[in-house]
């Protein structure tokens, strides 16, 4: 994009404009840049590509998402709070199934986008500054929720009284990144459910009383 219209780029956060039609055109954005962001990943992705999907100018994303970093996150960010978030926020069952349970949905057949957005985000966080600095709100916000899962889980008796917080929140993270790339490594084992029911028996073991 020409250095004249980055210019005129707010330094603010992303903002919408025109009520109603303004939040349908950002959903749109969204829905598209998904989809292209899947499909040919991060840096092969344009605003100006997004916007032809749309069917609008490139200006016009740029009044919704200030660069192409703050438009990578809201992608991110809402593709995760709308799958895996409503399971780490529910505390009807024990805080260890819910764990689980985002363990097996990122390991499902329907969840290839989910997968492809969690390690183009993490990708572009490792080489790209701006996109590292956006990311650091929401994966601290995400660490946070995982500790007070894991409390719960060693209140509940699920998990060893001794554990060590932040190392298994790390070790989780850390392994949910891993089976972002399901495909690339293990891609028969995708919807194998005795490949889930290991995963889950070793997730299990390792936070369990028994295994300190």
Request: aromatic share 4%; proline share 5%; with cysteine.
């Amino acid at each position: 994009m020409p250095a004249r219209a980055h210019a005129k780029l707010p330094n603010k956060a992303p903002r919408a404009r025109g009520g109603r039609d303004g939040a349908h055109t950002r959903e749109r954005i969204l829905e598209e840049a998904t989809k292209l962001i899947a499909e040919r990943g991060y840096r092969n992705t344009t605003m100006k590509a997004v916007a032809e999907c749309v069917g609008v100018t490139e200006p016009a994303v740029y009044r919704h998402f200030d660069g192409k970093e703050r438009l990578l996150l809201a992608v991110f960010s809402e593709t995760v709070a709308r799958i895996l978030r409503p399971v780490a926020r529910d505390t009807s069952g024990p805080a260890i199934d819910g764990i689980v349970r985002q363990l097996g949905l990122l390991m499902s057949p329907g969840q290839a986008t989910l997968r492809r957005l969690i390690a183009e985000m993490y990708a572009a966080a490792a080489i790209e500054p701006k996109v590292a600095a956006l990311a650091r709100e929401f994966v601290d916000d995400a660490s946070a929720l995982l500790i007070e899962e894991l409390r719960r889980a060693v209140a509940e008796g699920d998990a060893s009284p001794d554990l060590n917080l932040s190392h298994a929140r790390a070790a989780i993270h850390i392994f949910m990144a891993g089976l972002a790339h399901h495909e690339t490594l293990a891609a028969d084992l995708i919807g194998d459910e005795a490949w889930v029911r290991f995963v889950e028996t070793a997730l299990r073991k390792v936070l369990s009383p028994q295994a300190s």
